[in-house]
């Protein structure tokens, strides 16, 4: 079925069956991408980009579940929700939403002056009733709700000056190169704006204040390598036009957009993981992958040859040292 098509299940039924479960969809037809053009009365014409409804959006998420689902699950989550489209207001929501179901999985998680109940997304009902709330994009911790100040991801966000992916997948090849010297795995994935996010699997021994000022040095002895393109300064009037090598999200309850978010810009792009060819292919860019084909590329398995197992950071620590 098609992950935009107008006569999906959510929209003919208004539920959605998720594994042992049936959630309820409201407000199926509702429009939350528009299309790109329609004919003169009010009909789609050959060539043009569809809309993405409500039901299209739920449709996407169940059908992508068994590839997402493992990359949010035990992880507390911030929703980026859109309940009147794209021409409507966002919330950032980091508090489990209205009338959660019990079934779902919640954390309460530990903030200054307080906490926050999070939700916690282990199943493909919960990623619908979530997507059904208009959750258009899921930004997850990098550490999992158990030991939440011990990440088991570390996040390199490269982002360009401008939106030009060239910039980006120099960077991007240049920073695996010095991620093999520590002997570091390394996955890529388009963040279906104008970057890219490297990450490297963690074994969670090390906490977020160690884990962070080892990726502040490792873009630092990058951005060395190539200063005339590379920066690692915060300040957008510092940078001259070159590309950020932003480490801010390795930090206790900060977080990065989910593989396979949707993001909320114009014909519904998607976060793909890619594989390390693929960074190398002129033809892909932040923006390749939408709802309507990101499911061919997630079936490829792109991330297939990186362990498993996060690695500890220590002995990289050590390399690293030497690169100082």
């Known amino acids: 079925m098609s992950a935009t098509g107008a006569d999906s299940a959510a929209t003919e039924e208004g539920s959605v069956r998720a594994g042992r479960r049936t959630v309820r969809i409201h407000r199926p037809r509702k429009v939350l991408f528009p299309g790109s053009a329609r004919a003169a009365d009010g009909t789609r014409t050959d060539g043009v980009r569809a809309d993405v409804t409500k039901a299209d959006l739920v449709e996407y998420y169940r059908s992508v579940a068994r590839h997402m689902v493992p990359e949010l699950g035990g992880r507390p ?33 530990a903030k200054k002056g307080g906490t926050v109940t999070h939700p916690v997304c282990d199943d493909t009902a919960t990623l619908v009733f979530l997507a059904d709330q208009a959750s258009v994009t899921f930004h997850r911790w990098l550490s999992r709700a158990d030991r939440p100040d011990h990440p088991d991801r570390l996040v390199f966000d490269l982002d360009p000056a401008r939106d030009d992916f060239e910039p980006v997948r120099a960077a991007a090849l240049l920073l695996r190169e010095l991620l093999d010297e520590l002997a570091l795995p390394a996955s890529a994935m388009t963040t279906g704006s104008k970057g890219l996010h490297v990450i490297v699997r963690l074994d ?11 990726a502040m040095d490792v873009a630092r002895v990058l951005a060395a390598r190539d200063p005339d393109r590379l920066t690692t300064e915060q300040r957008t009037d510092a940078r001259a036009g070159r590309l950020y090598l932003d480490v801010q999200r390795n930090a206790y309850a900060q977080t990065a957009v989910a593989p396979y978010s949707v993001r909320p810009k114009e014909g519904a792009p998607v976060a793909t993981p890619i594989s390390w060819d693929q960074v190398r292919d002129p033809a892909v860019t932040s923006r390749r992958w939408t709802v309507a084909d990101v499911l061919e590329q997630a079936r490829t398995r792109p991330w297939s040859d990186v362990p498993a197992r996060g690695r500890s950071l220590a002995p990289a620590r050590r390399r690293l040292d030497a690169l100082l």
Not at 78 to 88: A, I, K, N, Q, S
Not at 204 to 214: H, I, P
């Open 77 to 109: 989550l911030m929703l980026e929700r859109h309940p009147d489209g794209l021409d409507g207001p966002r919330f950032m929501q980091k508090n489990i939403p209205g009338n959660y179901p019990d079934w779902a999985r919640r954390a309460e998680m």
């Open 204 to 214: 969670r021994r090390t906490a977020f204040d160690e884990v962070r000022a080892f």
